[in-house]
């Protein structure tokens, strides 16, 4: 597995370069897909160098991406590992020239996630972690293992696009806040203890949790579903995740901090 490590990291840059190329662009090709979700020219050319370089790195291994057809649960619930791709989290953030989008390889074992990459093009820094081999956030060439924060104020990771209400009214406790765009970069600041909890309401795919959930776990966080149940991986004919809870330091007591009567279902 780690052996994917190195492999993976340099897809990552290479699809944030193909991503950033057309950041410059006076048409980067934006429209909407059937799920009325946006897409852009800089999704589709970073999921062709993504799909390319897995396929050679490990052509035994199925790949499924946000951006190409979804088999049949029928098809693929026999994978016991499998490539899980978001090209480009954050595609609104893209169009809104923000910064804040990332590229997300995830590998899946046993309907896991075991391995994942988070590249932030705009800032060329990437997050990467394997299962019992710690987290880590590479940048100017240097890695630093990094873990959650230990207990203090509790502090936020919000959308820079939605209104704090859509949040606050699940929470028990004073908060600090800080905004940040992608969901997945979200959860890398929670992993490397620059905020402590985010809470995801709405719809997203089991491509944005993969890599970030091995990322947040190896740091000493998790993710649950928004009743404190495991994500689930693989396993339902549908992708979409239930809303979802990035939790930081263990020792917190999130049920309480979290209203049960009140929280997002």
Request: hydrophobic fraction near 40%; charged fraction near 20%.
């Amino acid at each position: 597995m780690n052996n994917f490590l190195e492999p993976c990291i340099r897809l990552a840059e290479q699809a944030g370069e193909a991503i950033m190329a057309i950041y410059q662009q006076d048409d980067i090709g934006a429209e909407e897909k059937s799920d009325n979700t946006p897409v852009t020219k800089a999704d589709l050319a970073s999921n062709e160098v993504l799909m390319a370089g897995l396929r050679k790195l490990a052509p035994d291994i199925p790949i499924m991406s946000e951006e190409t057809p979804i088999p049949a649960l029928e098809d693929r619930k026999h994978w016991q590992r499998y490539w899980l791709l978001d090209p480009m989290d954050g595609t609104g953030e893209f169009i809104l020239e923000s910064g804040d989008f990332a590229v997300n390889i995830a590998l899946i074992e046993n309907n896991h996630p075991v391995l994942g990459v988070i590249h932030w093009p705009a800032k060329q820094v990437t997050y990467f972690a394997s299962y019992q081999n710690g987290a880590f956030k590479r940048e100017n060439g240097q890695d630093k293992q990094i873990s959650v924060a230990t207990p203090d104020n509790l502090t936020l990771a919000v959308s820079r696009r939605q209104k704090i209400e859509a949040v606050s009214q699940y929470l028990n406790t004073q908060f600090a806040t800080v905004a940040l765009g992608s969901c997945s970069l979200k959860a890398c600041i929670i992993a490397e203890g620059k905020a402590d909890c985010f809470l995801r309401i709405g719809p997203t795919g089991e491509w944005d949790t993969g890599a970030s959930q091995v990322i947040v776990e190896e740091a000493g966080g998790c993710i649950t579903d928004a009743e404190f149940n495991p994500l689930t991986y693989n396993q339902r004919e549908s992708t979409e995740n239930p809303d979802f809870i990035v939790m930081g330091h263990p020792d917190w007591e999130w049920q309480k901090m979290i209203s049960p009567h009140q929280r997002a279902i």
